[in-house]
């Protein structure tokens, strides 16, 4: 009994032809490598890309608070604004403190913030102390950031003619209880080149501060506070402030609340 052959190669309707499929052009109805979707292209639709040199804003009331301690009353607060994309921003920084229904002394900053790296930006600017003594004008110059571990971190030179130079550093930590119930720690250091007796700070390490607050966030944007701080002056600062007839050791109850839009 015989089989019957196969068809000899290049034979019949049906023969296999693989060579043309083994490089060379693609057949007109081929999907664009380029292409995804099903071969649809990308449509230029509004609000649906990603964009880090859109601008956004944000205004933070991170204290607003009242003091009581020491046979001491005030007021403190302290606020922070800024306007700009991923990169660059415009930033404010206010802080002051009020006692005895007078402003004690104030520290509002206008600076330019550039992005470096991860989590950290520079920053570039003007500061302005007013309050109680002669208002001052400096030149700034600092970095911020979140250092390892989460720790909120600034350190700002300034720099002004006839009063030389001054470092401001300050960290702040956020303990989570649960999502809502937040212990914040935070300290504070400022130090002075020269003394400056209208200002009534004095050369070398001025102050140190320290807080502890406990807040319940209401909601993201509203969050009121409770806790305490303590100040300590150093050295010719805190001459000037027994000259004055001021404590230079107080430890004061806080509560507030802790807002932003």
Known sequence: MGHPMPPAAGAGSHDMQMGPMQGGSPPP???DPNAYNEGTRFAHLGNHEMNDDAPFWKVLVDKAEA?????????N?????????????????????????????ARTELLWDRAFATFWSTQLGVRHDSGEGKSRDWLAFGVQGLAPYWFETEATAYWR????????????????????????????VNLYSRSDPERATGSGLSDLNAGLRLRYE????????????????FGKTADFTRMRGGDTNEVQAVAGVRFWF
């Open 29 to 31: 109805d081929a999907r």
């Open 218 to 233: 209401v909601t993201r944007q509203l969050a009121p506070y409770i806790g305490v701080t303590w100040n300590r002056q």
């Open 67 to 75: 003091a009581k301690g020491d046979g001491e009353r005030g007021q």
């Open 77 to 105: 607060l302290e606020l922070e604004a800024w306007y700009g994309n991923d990169y660059n921003k415009a930033w404010v920084k206010v802080e002051g403190e009020r006692r005895g229904g007078t402003l004690h002394s």
């Open 161 to 188: 003619g006839g009063s030389g130079l001054a470092l401001r550093l300050n960290a702040k930590y956020e303990v989570l209880f649960t999502s809502r119930l937040i212990l914040e720690p935070e300290l504070g």
